[in-house]
């Protein structure tokens, strides 16, 4: 039998997970067919396990191919200006993929709240890359002075994602395309939320208590009025 080539192999490989993506998709990760999903690649049935070691396996890797496709979109954008720019420019290249999958997405969404402890370290390690660039942009502001430092960025990084995940879910919550937020206003609405969150802004000097003329400290300037 001849030898498969390396080339080939990434072929075979790229067309399972596309067709994976469309099963889970379509039926999510339980109701998912392996051997569906081979055939729809075109190839015979439980081909997947040649490639995967088992339908979790090969649901993490539709997720890390996009995962990495995400940062390698806001790696050639080369984003320049201040913190804040760069994480809107991050979070629209994951918000263009999401807006082409919406349909995966929902189901990964599903998956993760409802995920075992074996499942959910497989879907954070495919998201790995992306999460590797937003814990390096929230340590460079971080360190800047930028972000609280009770937090490492690790957690700021987890904090983030739970908000944007939980904005995806909003938006994604009603079928007929339109809900709330709007997909263009998504990236810096979640950038400012979690930025500055939902409080009005307060002033730049808060005012303390007004001191009693009778206790004001020597030389303070306070003049007295006569009786």
């Known amino acids: 039998m001849a030898r498969i080539s390396e080339g080939d192999k990434a072929l075979v490989r790229a067309r399972l997970l596309q067709s994976a993506a469309r099963h889970f998709a379509a039926h999510g990760l339980h109701g998912a067919n ?12 439980g081909t997947v396990y040649n490639y995967f070691p088992s339908k979790e396996a090969l649901f993490s890797a539709v997720l890390g191919a996009g995962s990495a496709l995400a940062v390698e979109r806001y790696q050639s954008r080369a984003p320049a200006g201040d913190f804040r720019a760069r994480l809107i420019a991050l ?7 999401v807006r082409a999958h919406e349909d995966f997405m929902r189901v990964l969404l599903r998956e993760a709240a409802a995920a075992s402890p074996a499942t ?3 879907i954070d390690e495919a998201l790995a890359p992306l999460d590797a660039v937003l814990v390096a942009l929230l340590s460079e502001a971080r360190t800047a002075g930028a972000l609280r430092d009770d937090l490492s960025a690790h957690e ?5 994602a739970a908000l944007l995940f939980a904005l ?11 809900g709330w937020p709007p997909w263009d206003a998504l990236p810096a609405l979640a950038v400012t939320l979690f930025l500055d969150g939902a409080a009005a802004h307060p002033p730049a000097v808060a005012p303390g208590p ?3 003329a009778s206790s004001a400290p020597a030389g303070s300037g306070r003049v007295r009025r006569r009786a």
């Open 91 to 97: 979070v629209e290249e994951d918000v263009a993929l």
């Open 120 to 122: 959910r370290v497989l």
């Open 210 to 212: 007004a001191t009693p």
């Open 156 to 160: 700021l990084a987890r904090a983030f």
């Open 168 to 178: 995806y879910g909003e938006r994604l919550r009603d079928p007929s395309g339109t």
């Open 34 to 45: 392996i051997n569906a999903i081979s055939t729809d690649a075109g190839y015979s049935k």
